[in-house]
């Protein structure tokens, strides 16, 4: 399972030191009712585990967090903390909200070094639940139902489990380390595995029906979709999440030549960016630098990447070209040679803000390498598939999460409905939990 | 600029902020620094006959991020010899010579030793002598320090005879470890004292090290208790200089030790009755530059009342101190909170609901916030809420109108006892 991992240079946020910690686990006001822990989707009890992170023990503040969301070690890496619990920070008006985030990272660690065991699975019920999925919200779900005591299986497409934490994200934001952590915590509790297997295609749903009692879809999202232009199919164009992929299992992704152009403005388009620019770097070490550009068909406002995303982005040495569309990939000997853009503008419709193509303004730009970054496609196949109703690719849910098949809960990305946010671990976690608190409570009925 | 001078039962310094008996005052070499940075006076560590010390010797309290809120110790007197110590002193008296320089001192209880110290020291020039009838610990074993300031007949023999023997002003400086500290001073001024001295250090056991269950601090393995001092002391020492203050039996000046570092400390020491102040932990944790601040701090304030002289307000707020029973009944506060302030933290709405009277209620608004708000018919003015909220001047304590003309139990008592 070990790959060699390739760290590709300084962490994005460098961890706290032992002092910084001291001052700002001090610094928290151990607030009743803390507006961060209603700000966490899920519910971590901040205040708690900092105080025990004030008073030197560090395991008890780990299980803590860990309690309340199973993937707390990534998320205390990958959160938009801005937004959630330190965008809520009591101090936040002063502008010195407390860094939960990174005194989250600091009890954690501490656990995944020390190896502490947090949790026990719980008494054996006899229920037995299948999890297709074994990203964030697939092991939360098998987390919370382990501790509740039924059998679970994990049905894994890949061969690592952890989904896009192990994956899809660059090393220096989430060390697969950390990802393959959080899974191990699972799997210790007695979680079974199987690994690439991919239901809907090496086992039917009615199969999995007739063994399990339940079963969780956690099955996340497709690949980067095509951009629909000519020219795709060059040597050079690349899928963003692949090509993070390859990055991180220390693969290779070969030469990238001197232009990299990243198509799109999420926060997967700026891990493209970023790594790419970090390995060009790398490998033409006293040669001249690459030129890594994001190009957006929208404005620098409509960006879905977190502002701190952004931000290190730019300190990277990342360029941004905002307002320009691709038209076609232009290649030579099957290979990128360079793209023919067109400047957009932004149209405001009933469906909200459209950027259109402004005729005439085409120009070409040299490029080594196409990075696309415009999202995810869905698995609409796969849930006809399964007989699973979905609108668009998005999993049908009702309010406890189960779908349209009874006994069967969907949790994470494949229940994330578009919009202009980005999908979140930290929800996808929460989503896992809630899904197992359902599912206990239809075993418990007697299904 | 006020005047800062000061004058301890005959003793003048330029200003009122002295070094306590401690190590900041060791050596003449410490001495001639601690003037140089501004010190009016100094009472230097305790000569008697020479100890050997062990180590370690100090510990530190924190409170969370905060260091050495406390420490303790089990130092003893000087280990140097008396003659060091004196050729030491005479030279600091030389170089500055408008400071006040006091020698403590200790001995066994015998009219000779304490005689023929005296005599010795006095062949210096030195303003005055502190009699240390308080160290806790160690010396205390050998029949000295505390275990003399406990005993107040002792405190009044030995008192008398150094006072027959001296040419110079005699202080007496208390143990705070006694339940009525007003019997030791009552003692030192039958004794003669020109002024008592308080507090010495407060017999304490600083911790236990949770790993190796060793004392802290420890001596190889083991510890003895030791003196606790610093800024969690000064309410402590606040309340026996202040005791002694509004005593007619003590009746001589008070110098007034225990937690002083800032000036506002100072102020509050001389308002309940010290004449001047003197200083060890702030100095032993910050070094002899705070005596700037505590100047130009003392200064501002005593100039912004219009305050010619730091004596003007010695023992200003001495009789604001009474006994409860003559407090008014009818004297009523109220919490109020400041919205605009508030950080909702909900800090004084848990401490009210668990451990008060329940009267601040978090009340839901339009846009969904909640508002922390004082049930004011319920509020029995403690001030628990306004002391846990991390922002200052949000919560204020008002005063209503009770409609009632001021009660003490006292009166309260007395008329019910005409009616009944
Ligand atoms: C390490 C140490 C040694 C002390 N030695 C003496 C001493 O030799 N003689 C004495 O009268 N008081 C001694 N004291 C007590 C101080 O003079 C003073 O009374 C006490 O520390 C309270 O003041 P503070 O809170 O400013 O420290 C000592 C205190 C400390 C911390």
Redo the contacts with the bound molecule.
């Keep these: 399972m070990a790959a060699p991992v390739p760290s590709l240079g300084e962490p994005f946020h460098r961890p706290l030191t032992h002092l910084e910690v001291k001052l700002e686990a001090n610094r928290c006001l151990y607030c009743y009712d803390a507006p961060c822990m209603n700000a966490c989707p899920t519910h971590i009890d901040v205040a708690s585990f900092i105080a025990k992170i004030a008073a030197g023990n560090l395991a008890g503040s780990a299980r803590v967090i860990m309690d309340a969301n199973p993937m707390g070690a990534s998320c205390a890496r990958v959160c938009p903390t801005d937004q959630l619990c330190e965008g809520a920070c009591v101090y936040k008006k002063e502008d010195t909200p407390i860094r939960i985030g990174d005194l989250q990272r600091y009890a954690v660690d501490a656990a995944m070094r020390d190896g502490t065991r947090l949790f026990e699975a719980g008494a054996p019920t006899g229920h037995t639940v299948a999890i297709v999925g074994g990203g964030p919200a697939g092991l939360s779900a098998a987390r919370d139902l382990r501790r509740m005591g039924h059998a679970v299986t994990i049905f894994e497409a890949r061969e690592m489990l952890g989904g896009l934490n192990t994956y899809g994200i660059v090393p220096f934001r989430l060390p697969i380390e950390t990802a393959l952590w959080e899974a191990e915590q699972v799997v210790e509790l007695g979680a079974q595995v199987r690994t690439n297997v991919r239901v809907g295609r090496d086992l039917a749903m009615d199969a999995l029906l007739a063994e399990y009692d339940a079963a969780v879809l956690a099955c996340g999202m497709g690949g980067v979709p095509q951009i629909g232009i000519p020219g795709e199919e060059l040597a050079g164009v690349w899928d963003a999440l692949e090509f993070i992929e390859r990055v991180k299992l220390g693969r290779g992704v070969g030469a990238l030549g001197s232009r990299i152009a990243v198509i799109g403005a999420g926060n997967t388009a700026i891990d493209a960016l970023t790594c790419s620019r970090r390995i060009a770097r790398q490998a033409g070490a006293g040669g001249g630098e690459a030129r890594v550009t994001m190009y957006y068909r929208r404005g620098e406002r409509q960006m879905s990447a977190y502002g701190f995303e952004y931000e290190f982005a730019k300190q990277e040495g990342i360029e941004f070209r905002f307002f320009c569309a691709p038209k076609r990939i232009v290649g030579e000997g099957g290979r990128v040679k360079a793209i023919e853009f067109v400047r957009t503008r932004l149209e405001t419709s009933e469906g909200g803000e459209a950027a259109v193509p402004v005729s005439g303004t085409e120009f070409v730009e040299p490029i080594d390498t196409v990075v696309r970054a415009i999202g995810q496609s869905r698995l609409v196949e796969t849930f006809d598939r399964l007989g699973i109703a979905h609108d668009g690719g998005v999993v049908r849910v009702d309010e406890n999460l189960q779908t349209t098949r009874p006994g069967v809960y969907a949790a994470g990305d494949c229940i994330f409905a578009k919009g202009t946010r980005e999908a979140m671990v930290v929800e996808a976690a929460e989503q896992g939990k809630r899904a197992a608190r359902s599912i206990d409570t239809y075993l418990r009925r007697g299904a | 600029m006020a005047d800062l001078r000061s004058n301890l039962a005959g003793i003048a310094s330029p200003n009122p902020f002295w070094l306590?008996?401690?190590?900041p005052t060791n050596s003449g070499y410490q001495v001639m620094r601690a003037f140089e940075a501004g010190w009016g006076g100094v009472v230097w560590?305790?000569l008697g006959t020479p100890i050997v010390n062990v180590t370690s010797?100090?510990a530190g309290m924190n409170y969370k991020q905060n260091k050495m809120v406390a420490?303790n110790?089990i130092?003893l007197?000087t280990d140097r010899p008396l003659d060091e110590n004196l050729s030491e002193i005479a030279k600091c008296k030389r170089a500055f010579p408008d400071r006040a320089i006091v020698a403590?001192l200790m001995e066994v209880c015998e009219r000779d030793a304490w005689r023929e110290l005296v005599k010795r020291v006095q062949e210096v020039d030195i303003d005055g002598f502190e009699l240390?009838f308080?160290?806790p610990h160690g010396m205390s074993e050998r029949g000295m320090g505390a275990a003399v300031g406990q005993h107040p007949d002792l405190i009044a023999r030995v008192t008398e005879w150094v006072v027959e023997a001296s040419r110079v002003p005699v202080v007496v400086?208390l143990t705070p470890n006694v339940t009525d500290i007003r019997f030791p001073a009552r003692a030192a001024a039958r004794g003669g004292a020109h002024a008592v001295s308080m507090?010495?250090?407060i017999n304490s056991i600083m911790g236990v090290d949770v790993e190796t269950w060793n004392p802290i601090p420890h001596v190889d393995g083991k510890s003895s208790h030791g003196?606790y001092?610093?800024p969690a002391?000064k309410p402590i020492a606040l309340n026996m200089v202040n005791d002694c203050a509004r005593d007619p039996e003590v009746g001589i000046p008070i110098s007034g030790?225990?937690?002083?570092e800032t000036w506002q400390d100072v102020v509050e020491f001389l308002l309940l009755g010290a004449s001047n102040v003197?200083?060890?932990?702030?100095v032993?944790h910050h070094g002899f530059r705070i005596v700037e601040e505590l100047a130009d701090g003392l200064n501002r304030y005593l100039d912004a009342r219009g305050i010619e002289s730091v004596a003007e307000i010695v023992g200003g707020a001495a009789n604001r101190i009474t006994t409860w029973n003559n407090l008014n009944l009818n004297y009523k506060i109220v919490a109020r909170i400041d919205q605009s302030a508030c950080i909702h933290c909900n800090k004084c709405y848990i401490a009210c609901e668990d451990a008060a009277h329940q009267c601040i209620d978090r009340v839901r608004q339009p846009g969904g916030s909640t508002n922390l708000v004082v049930d004011e018919g319920h509020c029995v003015g403690c001030n628990l809420c306004s002391m846990v909220c991390p922002v200052d001047e949000c919560i204020e304590m008002v005063r209503v109108d009770t409609g009632r003309p001021a009660q003490s139990w006292k009166e309260r008592a007395a008329a019910m006892g005409e009616v009944g």
């Design positions: 306590a008996s401690a190590p560590k305790t010797r100090f420490m110790n130092e007197i403590s240390n308080g160290c400086k507090i010495n250090t003196g001092c610093g002391v030790i225990g937690g002083v003197q200083v060890c932990t702030a032993m």
